[in-house]
């Protein structure tokens, strides 16, 4: 029977991945404040919604 736990390197991935998505949320806030095109903007804001979603995701998977 295969184990739920992540491997050393898995972890660590996944912990990769939380950083970049924290740094686009990073980058998306600061270029919202420069965008002065709605479109623009409304596309930021949902990238913010999908790197928290993604960040959350990947937390409950560390949490196993």
């Known amino acids: 029977m295969a184990s739920s736990k992540l491997a050393i390197h898995e972890t660590l991935e996944v912990h990769e991945i939380i950083t970049l998505k ?27 919604q999908r790197s928290e979603k993604a960040i959350k995701d990947l937390q409950e998977v560390l949490a196993k």
């Open 22 to 48: 924290q740094s686009a949320i990073l980058k998306a806030h600061a270029m919202k404040s420069l965008a002065e095109d709605d479109t623009l903007k409304q596309m930021l804001d949902n990238e913010v």
